[in-house]
């Protein structure tokens, strides 16, 4: 893991020509390293003193010699190497736990902030909702408005029945005279017919008196004419005889 290493740049080289890590790999390494603890700003690595001092306590005590004062100085400092070790991973135990705990929170809060955008989110189309029924309920309000303006314009009930009634009158009123003009006018056809048929009557008797007039002056003009005649034929024979 740790075989590949980064190329920095030089002063006599340019500045491409260099190789870094990925994202992944330098987390990978970072852990690597907090976890070993294989790094340090000052000094040698606690991972490596704590190595030497295992050795160190490992050789004395594999010597034949009696060495007991010696292995239980090198004891006394491994252990105590030990517990140097140990107090920082216990600081970062504390420290992981912390975070555990903090995402453990942070992932109830964003549990909590997603109900709550999906709450608003669900209260701003009931709002919607109740807005456009607001909307209806103003324009019809408005409506009614108007409507009210335009019944306040027209003239009270009371007068609009007598009105109506006066209406009614002189409707009944008007077809009385109507229907009394209609009967008047059928009189007056009738009385028009039987006074052509007097007329045509009274012309065909003048017609006829004015012949008779015409016949017996004829007949009074043609008796005279007769007479002479009648007068002239017996003087003739009077003649005659003589």
Request: glycine share 4%; with cysteine.
């Given at each position: ?12 080289e ?9 994202p ?23 991972l ?7 050795m160190?306590f490992?050789?004395e005590?594999?010597?034949?010699a009696d060495n007991t004062?010696?292995?239980?100085r ?6 105590q190497e ?19 705990r903090?995402k ?16 608003a ?10 807005l ?5 309920e103003r324009q019809?309000?408005?409506?009614c ?5 335009l ?19 002189e409707?009944?009123?008007?077809e009385?005279?109507?229907?009394a ?28 008196e ?8 004829r ?11 009648g007068?002239?034929?017996?003087a ?7």
């Amino acid at each position: 893991m740790l075989t590949k290493g980064r190329r920095v740049a030089g002063r006599g080289e340019a500045m491409s020509a260099h190789y870094a890590f990925g994202p992944h790999e330098d987390d990978a390494i970072i852990k690597h390293r907090l976890l070993t603890r294989t790094t340090t700003t000052r000094g040698e690595p606690p991972l490596k003193k704590l190595q030497k001092k295992f050795m160190s306590f490992a050789a004395e005590a594999e010597k034949d010699a009696d060495n007991t004062m010696d292995c239980e100085r090198l004891y006394k400092a491994f252990l105590q190497e030990i517990n140097t070790f140990e107090l920082p991973l216990l600081k970062s135990k504390a420290v992981v736990d912390a975070n555990l705990r903090e995402k453990e929170s942070f992932n109830e809060l964003q549990v909590e902030i997603q109900r709550q955008i999906l709450q608003a989110q669900t209260d701003i189309e009931d709002l919607k909702k109740q807005l456009e029924q607001s909307k209806t309920e103003r324009q019809h309000k408005e409506e009614c408005e108007a409507i009210r303006k335009l019944i306040s314009l027209q003239p009270p009930r009371s007068e609009t029945k007598k009105l109506i009634a006066d209406l009614e009158k002189e409707i009944t009123n008007l077809e009385a005279e109507s229907a009394a003009c209609a009967r008047t006018l059928e009189l007056r056809k009738k009385q028009f017919a039987l006074l052509l048929h007097v007329v045509e009557e009274l012309q065909i008797s003048i017609e006829d008196e004015q012949r008779s007039i015409a016949d017996e002056l004829r007949a009074a003009a043609e008796e005279p004419k007769m007479s002479e005649e009648g007068s002239g034929g017996g003087a003739s024979d009077a003649m005659a005889v003589d």
